[in-house]
């Protein structure tokens, strides 16, 4: 297995492995890769809908998106078809479905239909938004905690969240589903997010992935947001998700 750093900051490519055939050696080596360049990518990775469910699976238990949970067969799979741009809800810096009480830890998107054209995903490092971050500004947000709406569910998580494998304190707010800070108005929130929100997707803290056929790419939402971008028009374009169902999210200890 090779790992080659994508970035001073974000994303690896993980060569010479099958994911289809991992051992215990090999996913204890994707695992702490995965803790340490919160991103990989992996090329020609022909894996059945059933194989990607599994090594899902090997990560913890899995989450079903909220918003099909009344599929019968296999709700842990998400489908991802273009509806047009007008219809999509990518286009917006986000980590997946942060408003559940327990969101989604490691997503796990594979490309099964890609456009010729367009359709790159970017991803950005949520340790080093914090990192860039004033020394007061940081001790500001430390016991701050924010409300996450959608898909009728609403939570409070705290601001800066800490990585239960790394150790690590990551910003945690993004602009799909955070919505205002607890004890405070939206009017009063949205300027201190907003300002978040552009410092977590700066783009010298970002990775772009421009996707082909059988891409697997997998990346932990507890220390990034990413944004698929929609500008490749109506052309047929078909991913496949799992994630997996994360731990209620722990602050830093002052």
């Given at each position: 297995?090779?790992?080659?750093?994508?970035?001073?900051?974000?994303?690896?490519?993980?060569?010479?492995?099958?994911?289809?055939?991992?051992?215990?050696?090999a996913?204890?080596?994707?695992?702490?890769?995965?803790?340490?360049?919160?991103?990989?990518v992996?090329?020609?990775?022909?894996?059945?809908?059933?194989?990607?469910?599994?090594?899902?699976?090997c990560?913890?238990e899995?989450?079903?998106?909220?918003?099909l949970?009344?599929?019968?067969?296999?709700?842990e799979?998400?489908?991802?078809?273009?509806?047009?741009?007008?219809?999509?809800?990518?286009?917006v810096?986000?980590?997946?479905?942060?408003?559940?009480?327990?969101?989604?830890?490691?997503?796990?998107?594979?490309?099964?239909?890609?456009?010729?054209?367009?359709?790159?995903?970017?991803w950005?490092?949520?340790?080093?938004?914090?990192?860039?971050?004033?020394?007061?500004?940081?001790?500001?947000?430390?016991?701050?905690?924010?409300?996450?709406?959608?898909?009728?569910?609403?939570?409070?998580?705290?601001?800066?969240?800490?990585?239960?494998?790394s150790?690590?304190?990551?910003?945690?707010?993004?602009?799909?589903?955070?919505?205002?800070?607890?004890?405070?108005t939206?009017?009063?929130?949205?300027?201190?997010?907003?300002?978040?929100?552009?410092?977590?997707?700066?783009?010298?803290?970002?990775?772009?992935?421009?996707?082909?056929?059988?891409?697997?790419?997998?990346?932990?939402?507890?220390c990034?947001?990413?944004?698929?971008?929609?500008?490749?028009?109506?052309?047929?374009?078909?991913?496949?998700?799992?994630?997996?169902?994360?731990?209620?999210?722990?602050?830093?200890?002052?």
């Amino acid at each position: 297995m090779k790992i080659e750093p994508l970035t001073v900051h974000i994303g690896a490519q993980i060569k010479e492995v099958d994911l289809a055939e991992l051992d215990e050696a090999a996913l204890a080596e994707i695992k702490a890769a995965l803790w340490q360049h919160q991103v990989l990518v992996f090329r020609n990775q022909t894996l059945s809908r059933d194989a990607h469910l599994d090594l899902g699976r090997c990560f913890g238990e899995l989450h079903a998106h909220p918003a099909l949970v009344d599929r019968s067969e296999h709700p842990e799979e998400l489908i991802i078809k273009n509806r047009g741009k007008t219809k999509t809800v990518t286009e917006v810096w986000h980590s997946d479905v942060s408003c559940d009480p327990r969101p989604p830890s490691i997503s796990m998107l594979r490309a099964v239909e890609v456009p010729s054209l367009g359709g790159d995903t970017l991803w950005a490092s949520q340790y080093a938004a914090l990192a860039s971050l004033s020394d007061g500004l940081r001790r500001m947000l430390l016991p701050m905690r924010a409300v996450h709406e959608n898909y009728d569910l609403s939570t409070t998580h705290p601001v800066v969240r800490l990585h239960p494998e790394s150790g690590r304190p990551a910003l945690y707010v993004n602009r799909g589903f955070t919505q205002y800070f607890e004890g405070m108005t939206r009017n009063e929130s949205r300027p201190l997010l907003d300002y978040l929100v552009e410092v977590g997707s700066s783009l010298d803290i970002s990775m772009r992935h421009r996707w082909q056929k059988d891409d697997l790419v997998m990346w932990d939402n507890r220390c990034v947001m990413h944004y698929a971008v929609h500008d490749y028009g109506d052309a047929p374009r078909e991913m496949r998700r799992v994630t997996v169902r994360g731990e209620v999210p722990v602050g830093v200890t002052q």
